[in-house]
C-alpha cells in the first residue's frame, strides 16, 4: 500500500490502551490518527480515506457499532476492527452484523492487533484495484466515492450514490423497488413511502440531464434499469 493506504484510524477512549495502539501501529510503519470518542470517530472516518479503522465498542458520546453503521449508510467500507472487553458470540456477531469485519477481545496482545490491521489493510488494497464499475459513460469510482459522465463529474450525496451503485451493479436487470429498500435503506416493504421515486429522480436528474442518451430506465410497475444503448 502507498500513500492513505498506509493510513490507520484508531477509536479508543482509555488513554492508555489508544496511546500502546497507535505507538504499536506507528512502530510498524503506519500513520495514525486518533478519536477519543464515538463522534470524533465518525467524523474522522467521514473525512478522511483509511486503510483500516480500529474502533472500541464501548465509548463516550456515540458507541462503536453505531459509529460503523452510520459509515457504513453512508456508503464507507473502511474494513473496521472491532476492540472490545464484550467477547461473547452474540457480541461479536452484533458488531460484525452492524458492519464491522473484524472483532478483537480485550485484553488482546499487541501481535495479534499487528496482524489482524495487516490482515484488512491487504483486503483494503485489494479492494481498491476492483472499485471501479462502468455502464456507457458512466463511471463510479467506490473508494472516492465519485462518479462522472463523460469524465465530468457529478455531485452525489452519499444516499444518492448508493442508490446508482446498486442499480449499476444490477446493470440490465430490472431493480425493483422492494430491492432498492432493503439494500440500500435496509427497510424489508413500506407500500406508503415515495423515497425511491424521490431518489430515483434526484439521481436521474444528476446522470441524465442533458445527457445524449439515457441511462436509468423506469419499468413501469415494477422497478429500475441502468443500461447503456446498443
Known amino acids: 500500500m502507498a500513500g492513505g493506504r498506509r493510513r490507520i484510524l484508531v477509536v479508543e477512549d482509555d488513554l492508555e490502551t489508544a496511546e500502546q495502539v497507535v505507538e504499536s501501529l506507528a512502530t510498524n510503519g503506519y500513520q495514525v490518527d486518533l478519536a477519543v470518542n464515538g463522534n470524533d470517530g465518525l467524523r474522522r472516518g467521514r473525512s478522511a480515506d483509511y486503510a483500516v479503522m480500529t474502533i472500541d465498542r464501548m465509548l463516550p458520546g456515540m458507541d462503536g457499532i453505531s459509529v460503523i453503521r452510520s459509515l457504513r449508510e453512508d456508503g464507507i467500507v473502511t474494513p473496521a476492527l472491532i476492540i472490545s472487553a464484550l467477547g461473547e458470540i452474540d457480541d461479536r456477531v452484533r458488531g460484525l452484523r452492524a458492519g464491522g469485519d473484524d472483532y478483537l477481545v480485550k485484553p488482546f496482545a499487541f501481535a495479534e492487533l499487528l496482524a489482524r490491521v495487516e490482515a484488512l489493510a491487504r483486503r483494503s488494497a485489494t479492494v481498491v484495484k476492483e472499485t471501479v464499475l462502468r455502464v456507457g459513460d458512466l463511471e463510479l469510482d467506490l473508494v472516492s466515492r465519485t462518479a462522472r459522465r463523460g469524465g465530468q463529474e457529478i455531485e452525489l450525496l452519499p444516499r444518492e450514490f448508493q442508490v446508482l451503485e446498486y442499480l449499476v451493479r444490477n446493470e440490465g436487470r430490472v ?40 441511462l436509468i430506465h423506469t419499468v413501469r410497475g415494477v422497478g429500475f434499469c441502468v443500461r447503456a444503448p446498443g
Do not use: C, E, S
Open 175 to 214: 431493480v425493483p423497488r422492494a430491492m432498492l429498500l432493503q439494500h440500500v435503506w435496509d427497510l424489508h416493504f413500506d407500500p406508503t413511502t415515495n423515497i425511491i421515486d424521490v431518489y430515483i429522480g434526484r439521481v436521474r436528474r444528476k446522470v441524465d440531464g442533458h445527457q445524449a442518451y439515457p
